[in-house]
């Protein structure tokens, strides 16, 4: 079978593979109908992810069909229409029991990672039971691929831990689809102003049809003098970093109010400076997590009762044969106004 297989730093192509084969009692063997790429994989090939190894298949998201079940897995039959979680859990660790899937002991980030991913015709999915959920009939399955990572993504790690609420104040630092994600998810909470800041003016404009409320072009603007302006002097209550570079984390210091939180979403690959001097006295709360996919059953009810859609993150549509013209889309979204882009095989 096809598969976009990750070489080292720098390298990739589209090889023929073996296809996968069930090898644990609670795998699934799912036929990809679509995947896409992320920011991740984009990390993955410049080096920074030390946990995945040249030759390993990249993708963590994507819907599928069923094609094969082991023995122990009890949910789902062959012919399933299912979403495949970013996160494969056990469901029984201790991590597991308490919510925090992301840090299974024997799951967490795995495809594309630590075993190989969706960007192939067939994915071999481990602790299947807890880590697909079924795809009602009728919905929308391209665009449930959003449901994969991006929107729990931006909902638990920015929204739940950003404590978003009726009537306050919310910046979000990236317009990138986790940051619209986050922009998204965050209206389940009516929240009195959203801040959306990002250099790309492009991103930005799409922002304002995702419900932002305020636009702020950092690279021509002052963004902490700005959000200070708009909220007379008091600065945000929620501040969500969703780039991951230190410049974005220092802003958000910068615009977070007293007694705010400071929600980080960026995957980051250098160390950021944190000014206790100035934030010791601010009753602030910094938060970091790596999505855990709790909210996933949640989120895919939103959209079956039409609280959110998640096409219009969609920008482009790609072949599994033109997966190497797709990463270029993606990789030059400044020129292609790419978000996020369905690889189907
Ligand atoms: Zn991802
Ligand atoms: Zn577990």
């Not at 063997?29 to 410049?46: N, P």
């Not at 979403?83 to 308490?98: A, H």
């Not at 938060?287 to 855990?292: K, N, Y």
């Amino acid at each position: 079978m096809k598969a976009l297989v990750y070489h080292g730093p720098g390298a990739k192509s589209l090889d023929d593979v073996v296809k996968p084969a069930i090898i644990e009692p609670g795998d699934a063997l799912v036929r990809v109908t679509h995947t896409t790429i992320c920011g991740t994989d984009l990390h993955i090939l410049k080096g920074d992810v030390a946990s995945c190894p040249p030759g390993r298949t990249l993708g963590h998201e994507g819907v599928g069909v069923v094609e094969q079940i082991g023995s122990a897995v009890s949910s789902f039959r062959i012919g399933d229409h299912v979403l495949i979680s970013c996160i494969t859990s056990c469901g029984r660790c201790e991590n597991c029991r308490r919510g925090m899937y992301s840090h299974c002991a024997s799951g967490g980030w795995m495809l594309g990672n630590t075993i190989n991913g969706t960007q192939a015709e067939y994915v071999r999915i481990p602790h299947a039971d807890t880590s697909l959920y079924p795809i009602p009939v009728g919905a929308d399955e391209e665009a449930l691929v959003m449901l994969s990572d991006i929107l729990p993504t931006g909902f638990e790690c920015g929204v739940l831990n950003g404590k978003i609420a009726p009537g306050g104040t919310v910046a979000i630092v990236g317009a990138g689809p986790i940051g619209l994600a986050c922009l998204l998810t965050a209206q389940f909470y009516s929240p009195g102003a959203i801040y959306m800041v990002d250099i790309d003016d492009k991103r930005l404009a799409v922002a304002r049809r995702f419900g932002a409320t305020h636009l702020i072009n950092s690279a021509t603007t002052d963004a902490a003098a700005a959000i200070a302006e708009l909220t007379g002097g008091r600065g945000v209550d929620t501040s969500v970093e969703a780039v991951g570079i230190p410049a974005t984390f220092e802003l958000c210091q910068d615009l977070v109010a007293a007694g705010g939180v400071i929600a980080n979403i960026g995957v980051h690959g250098v160390k950021a400076e944190l000014h206790l001097e100035r934030l010791w006295s601010h009753n602030i709360t910094i938060t970091t997590r790596l999505v855990d996919t709790v909210s996933t059953a949640m989120l895919l009810k939103t959209v079956a009762a039409a609280k959110l859609d998640p096409a219009p993150l969609i920008t482009h549509r790609f072949s599994l044969a033109e997966a190497l013209t797709a990463y270029d889309v993606f990789a030059r979204a400044g020129e292609t106004g790419a978000l996020k882009i369905i690889i189907t095989p």
